[in-house]
């Protein structure tokens, strides 16, 4: 099964081992890693699911649609080139032992 | 009188959207005393927008979404219950549960949400006659929609027109049958309202407004559904969304005032000392206004839950959060910022053919709210202007090249 680390600011990380298909969001949210959390179910709606991808992932994750690029303009925590909504990037094979940060806020 | 003591501790009637989110706050807030938050059933408390969306896909995920991981119980201290409030004693601040334990409380908070109403003609209680609330029921219509050919929706309201997309993207014929002249009447402008009958019709949805249900009856191996038009409409499977009420029973009973939902004041506490209510079951004052709305949405769910935290917490501040809400209905996402009311003037942003666009309300030369069809960006700027109040000329808002973004962006002086 492929594999995600959610870093927190802090440097606290955690790896967590989930089925192919799953997002991100869905994969922090049934596992309670702090930070995320996916107010709007996984629909790109609430940007409350706002994590920063390494940048050596970043060339093997699905493209930013549009309705994500808008939504991600309303993240509480900075947008950088990095930042995607975690309920938009779903695991993959290619995506296998992704490390991804976690912002220091989301509300 | 509000200051909250080392003793003091907290139940909740509730762990939905509100009442997990009001657990979660308290402790962010600093409270230390126990928090028990009631169930009412023995799963961990889920999130209930998917089950009209991603749930009813075909490749839906198979699981359903939990509000809070199993940890978090044991990690922030507090107590999930699975029990069910029986009964509460306001003066003796107690709660009694179904099986006769009790709990006692210094502050309680009803979290109760709202219950579908149930659909009033005969026939309504036959088993492939669906309502969609509960996990439960969102795998039973699960199992059914997988073998359906024909259904019919009774209530163009959010879910019922969710949940007709999605059958209808699963190949299934739909019929829905709605007693008003507009579908989502209630929360649309009727520009919005008529844009989406119109796409949905063209989806190959047949939408059958003015059009109500009188009866529903047993043919063969399936049904048929009788309209107030005479007509009789085939289906393998019904759904009904008629609207909710606000689970006040229980509030009632303990002798504390409601009116289409437990009242509230402006810091979500009743009338009651030491009692609050919020979420879905809450009728609260509308900040400016004054006048008392109930909102269903995870938005007033969670600021409501924040808010209420901050209460207990002993601060004495008006809630007066800008409401949110959205709605997936296809590949038709719709967001909405303020409420709308039906004097207010609407303005078309954007090229509602492409089905990208958004429609300002106007109210007094301000921006009172805007709906949103595909466009996010609008949104959110929409929700930081509505927020503030912003005062917003027809001629700027009707100007070519008008966008909303730049508007806020100028206006407000940070970046939408
Ligand atoms: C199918 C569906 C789709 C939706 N889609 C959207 C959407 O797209 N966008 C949006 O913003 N909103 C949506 N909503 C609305 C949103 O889910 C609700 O507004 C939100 O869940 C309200 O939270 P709440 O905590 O007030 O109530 P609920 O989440 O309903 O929680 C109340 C809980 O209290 C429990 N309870 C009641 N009485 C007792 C008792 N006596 N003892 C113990 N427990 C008790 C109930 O069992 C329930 O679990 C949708 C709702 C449904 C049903
Ligand atoms: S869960 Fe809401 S935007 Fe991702």
Request: hydrophobic share 40%; with cysteine; proline share 6%.
């Amino acid at each position: 099964m492929p594999t995600i680390t959610f870093t927190q600011p802090t440097g606290e990380a955690t790896e967590i081992a989930v089925a192919e298909g799953t997002s991100l969001m869905r994969a922090a949210v049934t596992n309670g890693v702090e930070g995320i959390v996916g107010e709007c179910g996984g629909q790109a709606m609430c940007a409350t699911c706002h994590i920063y991808v390494r940048p050596e992932f970043a060339d093997q994750l699905p493209p930013i649609s549009d309705d994500e690029d808008e939504m991600l303009d309303c993240t509480t925590a900075e947008r950088t080139d990095a930042s995607r909504l975690g309920c938009q990037v779903k695991m993959t094979d290619q995506l296998s032992s992704i490390v991804v940060d976690v912002p220091s806020d989301q509300e | 009188m509000n200051n909250v003591s080392a003793k003091d501790s907290v139940v909740i009637i509730g762990a939905g959207q509100a009442g997990l989110q009001v657990a979660d706050s308290l402790r962010s807030e600093g409270f230390a005393g126990p928090i028990t938050l009631l169930n009412g059933e023995a799963i961990l408390p889920y999130q209930r927008p998917p089950l009209s969306k991603d749930y009813l896909g075909i490749d839906s995920p198979a699981t359903a979404l939990p509000l809070r991981g199993p940890d978090f119980f044991t990690t922030q201290d507090i107590t999930l219950h699975p029990g069910a409030a029986a009964a509460v004693d306001t003066q003796a601040r107690r709660v009694t549960l179904t099986d006769g334990s009790a709990l006692d409380y210094t502050h309680l908070v009803f979290a109760t949400g709202a219950a579908n109403r149930q659909l009033p003609c005969p026939g309504a209680d036959l088993p492939a006659v669906h309502a969609l609330r509960t996990l439960f029921d969102a795998e039973r219509l699960q199992a059914a929609l997988a073998t359906a050919r024909k259904v019919v929706v009774i209530g163009a309201g959010f879910i019922g027109l969710e949940f007709a997309a999605a059958a209808r993207a699963r190949g299934v014929e739909v019929t829905v049958l709605e007693y008003a002249p507009r579908p989502m009447g209630r929360a649309l402008s009727a520009t919005a309202s008529d844009w989406f009958a119109a796409r949905h019709r063209s989806d190959g949805i047949d939408l059958r407004l003015n059009e109500g249900v009188t009866a529903i009856h047993t043919e063969g191996a399936g049904l048929s559904v009788e309209s107030t038009a005479g007509s009789h409409y085939p289906a393998d499977l019904v759904l009904y969304g008629v609207g909710v009420n606000a689970r006040t029973e229980l509030a009632e009973a303990a002798g504390l005032a409601t009116d289409n939902g437990i009242l509230v004041d402006s810091s979500l506490r009743t009338a009651v000392d030491g009692v609050l209510a919020i979420g879905d079951c809450a009728s609260f004052p509308q900040a400016g206004t004054g006048a008392r709305i109930r909102l269903e949405s995870v938005q007033n769910a969670t600021d409501h839950g924040r808010h209420a935290a901050r209460s207990i917490m002993g601060q004495n501040t008006d809630y007066a959060q800008t409401p949110w809400f959205w709605s997936t209905q296809g590949r038709i996402r719709l967001q909405i910022a303020g409420i709308s009311d039906p004097s207010d003037e609407p303005v078309v942003l954007g090229d509602p053919a492409n089905g990208k666009f958004s429609i300002a309300l106007l109210r007094d030369g301000v921006l009172a709210a805007v709906e949103s069809i595909n466009s996010p960006a609008d949104h959110v700027a929409a929700r930081k202007l509505v927020a503030a109040s912003v005062a917003l000329p027809m001629e700027v808002l009707s100007a070519p090249g008008f966008s909303l973004k730049n508007f806020a962006k100028t206006v407000l002086a940070v970046p939408a």
